[in-house]
């Protein structure tokens, strides 16, 4: 069931009109909706929608009272059925789901098992939850929810409306606006840094900072090292899914995504939009350009141009990697003695 109401609070029921307002849209004729729904779970009270057509048989049988849908697949809509118009319809599902299931809002105020520092700095209208833990001078933005256990270290800075969640522990960092941090994420621990003397290992003092910029997400159980001698960087916008480690100095462009188990060693610049899939593995000292995409367990050990797309291991240009992987498949398949 989409939003459970054990977990999920609701609202309305709104107005068809209310609904195509929330998706940026209009909508002809009238209809009560109370919820959201997938397409073959809906009911006459549910809005769903449709954004790839692999599922257009499914809006064919939908009982859904209004179905958010491109110009090109209105006519496919069922009678009985409303047709939103727009021209995302992936986007404007999040816009109505937000609607029906807006995020629960802060409760100001401290409570009574929260240890906060009489030197830290608590905006009143942020939430600092059972167990939470805020350091000496951290200072704690307007809107801001610590949940249980939280732990900001000492001169931790937090931006406006940002959620951090339970168990997450930050240090030597400081985050922008609305920045969403997952359970369990690590941020601002010391970096992967030692030098190699007569005796062994010596560790080398990791001085740097951790920068968050506005509207990132950090998944959970999410590790961001702080610089060595530099600041780790997160653009603005940027998207960390769960179990990423991103190690000292690294610096995130504007808007990147790093899919789960990612790993991106020290000092690795990645520029814009940069996109790279689950269990990708970048090794320290590269830059990644603008737009470029790398797939899904690729490996990359060198510099990658602005709005290429790698992969494979070591990750190559993908036209120039499924060509060597057909070669290579076809000739250690081939029959022994027979000619490629």
């Keep these: 069931m989409a939003g459970d109401p054990r977990f999920f609070a ?7 009109q209310a609904v ?9 004729g009238e209809a009560t909706l109370s919820g959201i729904a997938p397409l073959q779970t809906a009911a006459a009270g549910d809005v769903s929608f449709l954004d790839n ?3 257009l048989p499914e809006l064919a049988r939908t009982h859904a009272g209004a179905v958010l849908v491109r110009a090109e697949q209105a006519g496919a809509v069922p009678a ?9 319809p992936y986007l404007a599902w999040a816009q109505v789901a937000a609607l029906f299931h807006p ?27 059972p167990y939470a833990i805020v350091g000496a001078g951290a200072e704690i933005g307007a809107g801001v929810r610590l949940a249980a256990q939280a732990v900001i270290g000492p001169g931790v800075s937090i931006g406006r409306d940002s959620r951090i969640g339970t168990q997450v522990s930050i240090s030597h960092a400081l985050l922008g606006a609305r920045v969403r941090v997952l359970p369990g994420a690590r941020i601002g621990q010391e970096g992967f840094g030692f030098a190699t003397g007569p005796q062994g290992f ?10 968050i910029g506005d509207d990132c997400d950090i998944g959970a159980n999410t590790t961001i090292d702080r610089g060595s001698s530099q600041d ?6 940027s998207r960390l899914d769960n179990l990423v480690q991103i190690g000292h100095n690294v610096v995130l462009g504007r808007c990147c995504v790093i899919v789960a188990q990612t790993g991106i060693s020290g000092s690795t610049v990645l520029g814009d939009f940069v996109m790279i899939g689950g269990q990708g593995g970048i090794a320290g000292h590269v830059h990644i350009g603008d737009r470029a995409r790398i797939a899904a ?4 050990i060198g510099d990658v141009p602005a709005g290429a797309e790698m992969f494979g291991t070591p990750a190559r240009p993908v036209r120039e990697a499924f060509r060597a992987h057909t070669w290579l498949y076809r000739n250690a398949l081939a029959p022994r003695g027979s000619k490629s």
């Design 10 to 16: 609701r609202t309305g029921p709104h107005t068809l």
């Design 20 to 28: 195509a307002a929330a998706a940026g849209a209009t909508a002809q």
């Design 53 to 55: 057509r692999r599922y």
């Design 80 to 88: 009985g059925t409303h047709a939103i118009v727009v021209e995302d």
């Design 103 to 129: 995020e629960p809002p802060v409760a100001p105020g401290i409570h009574p098992a929260a240890l906060v520092d009489p030197a830290a700095q608590v905006d009143p209208t942020a939430e600092i939850g």
């Design 202 to 211: 010596v560790p080398v003092p990791q001085l740097g900072r951790v920068l």
């Design 232 to 237: 780790t960087v997160i653009g603005a916008g």
């Design 297 to 300: 367990q690729a490996g990359v």
